[in-house]
């Protein structure tokens, strides 16, 4: 057995590439998301009605559905209508247009219980529009969503494992490809579940900081 | 920030306001005005429309009769000539709000801001004011309502007291022509009353020009160059403080003055 964990650790330049690019397609993808979805609640709260109801209607549809089956559509179906795109940019907008959904989702849910009070005193002070959402309500709504925007980080990186269907060599993948050449599953496996913690503990232990900031500059 | 006193030409002036909310009529051709360096009190029962009236001044809420003019120009309406007029965008409206200065019942300070930061933010971002002079001003304002110490404090650690100060040195961070008070004490515990109160004193003595929403009748008898009396969405009565305090004209008055005093 532990013999059988030196050759998974002789695997290690494979686990690393692995892991490497599991980190660089979720971060990217996580900054992506959360870019869209600051620009997607402001659709979700739109004083226009209709906006409002198809931007929150093509939210709920994205919540409702399995990530994979959204990697299936974009890598399977696309195609058929004509587009064609490399793996990395279907598992790139797959993860993408999945979590700017729920980032949205959470970021409208803070902004709703923001007090009103806040949003007003900006405009009594100059504030309208982008420039009121930028200074005085992103920043608190940030705050206020900092714990649950973080679990949906960590849900982003378990879900990105579905990309080795798409043959992206991310951490699930080449942990695959190291136990199929050396038969050794359990021992490979325990290796990436502890990789994948890692990066998962991590997010959690910088939600917590966050959590600090909040006692501080939220409110009560 | 200090006008001549009494100048004559009004800095606020509303005619004939009027407002609706649903079938709820809050209020019914309020006029007022109020001069250079002048402060003026607006008193009445709870319900009556106080606030409302406030809100109208700078357009936080939009009446649906009358009119507002800051130094004689119209508030929310852009005139097109020939007597035409269009309404503000919210980007003009928001620009115009910046002459006055608001301080509310809950004081709304930014939570996510540091005293200072609530205190230069307006200035820089929406004012675009030199970010050393915005920090040099509040600096010298923190000491004029005495929380220098309290520069880089969260106004989560902030007593109520201390947050109403802060709030009206943010709405004075702005150099705006008037200052609108929204019961700045109503919701603060009574001994953190005084300390809020002393820097509007300040305030109404230094010059500058304020209305005040208020229940502190004592306030309003020492620092109110003139008491503007509202019932029912309606004023009932305008007179300086001393002879308001002391025979008001109207029923109405005397009998709200029985109950405060």
């Not at chain 1, 608190?140 to 990309?163: D, E, H």
């Not at chain 2, 019942?105 to 200035?123: A, C, D, I, K, M």
């Not at chain 2, 160059?225 to 509202?230: A, K, N, Q, S, V």
């Not at chain 2, 305008?238 to 002391?246: H, K, V």
Request: charged share 20%; proline share 4%.
């Amino acid at each position: 057995m532990i013999a059988n964990f030196g050759v998974v650790l002789g695997e290690w330049r494979s686990l690393m590439t692995g892991l490497v690019n599991t980190i660089w397609i979720c971060a990217l993808s996580g900054l992506l998301s959360l870019l869209f979805a600051v620009l997607v609640a402001q659709l979700l709260v739109s004083r226009r009605r209709a906006v409002r109801r198809v931007t929150q209607s093509g939210v709920d549809v994205l919540r409702a559905i399995p990530f994979l089956m959204l990697l299936f559509l974009i890598y399977y179906c696309l195609p058929t209508l004509g587009l064609r795109l490399s793996s990395w940019t279907c598992g790139l907008s797959a993860l993408v247009v999945y979590n700017t959904a729920y980032f949205a989702e959470i970021l409208r849910g803070a902004w709703a219980h923001l007090p009103r009070e806040q949003e007003e005193a900006g405009r009594a002070h100059g504030y309208a529009g982008l420039r009121l959402y930028r200074r005085i309500i992103l920043p608190q709504i940030f705050i206020a969503a900092g714990p649950v925007l973080g679990n949906q980080m960590i849900t982003l990186v378990k879900n990105s494992a579905f990309l080795l269907v798409i043959t992206i060599p991310d951490l699930t993948f080449m942990a695959n490809q190291v136990q199929a050449i050396h038969f050794i599953p359990f021992e490979t496996m325990l290796v990436a579940v502890a990789l994948y913690w890692t990066i998962c503990s991590t997010i959690e232990w910088g939600v917590r900081r966050l959590d600090r900031v909040a006692v501080v500059r939220g409110h009560e | 920030m200090s006008e001549a006193r009494g100048s004559a030409a009004p800095v606020v002036e509303a005619r004939e306001l009027g407002k609706c909310f649903g079938t709820l009529r809050v209020l019914r051709a309020v006029s007022l005005r109020v001069a250079a360096g002048r402060t003026l009190c607006v008193l009445g029962p709870s319900g009556s429309g106080k606030s409302t009236l406030l809100r109208c001044l700078n357009f936080l809420e939009r009446p649906d009769e009358g009119a507002v003019f800051l130094r004689g120009e119209r508030v929310g309406f852009v005139g097109l000539g020939a007597g035409r007029e269009r309404p503000m965008t919210d980007r003009e409206l928001a620009r115009m709000r910046t002459r006055f200065g608001m301080v509310f019942q809950q004081f709304n300070l930014w939570p996510h801001l540091t005293v200072l930061g609530n205190l230069v933010e307006s200035p820089i971002h929406v004012q675009h004011r030199p970010r050393e002079q915005a920090v040099a001003e509040a600096e010298a304002l923190l000491d004029k309502i005495g929380l220098r110490d309290k520069r880089d404090a969260y106004p989560s650690r902030l007593s109520g007291g201390q947050k109403q100060r802060v709030a009206i040195a943010r709405a004075l961070a702005m150099k705006p022509e008037v200052l609108l008070f929204d019961e700045p004490t109503s919701s603060l515990d009574p001994e953190l009353v005084g300390e809020v109160l002393a820097v509007m004193r300040d305030l109404a003595r230094e010059g500058q020009t304020m209305i005040v929403v208020t229940h502190e009748i004592g306030f309003a008898r020492e620092a109110a160059d003139e008491i503007l009396f509202i019932d029912e969405g309606a004023v009932v009565e305008t007179a300086p403080p001393a002879r308001f305090f002391a025979s008001p004209s109207t029923a109405r008055a005397r009998q709200f003055l029985q109950r405060y005093t």
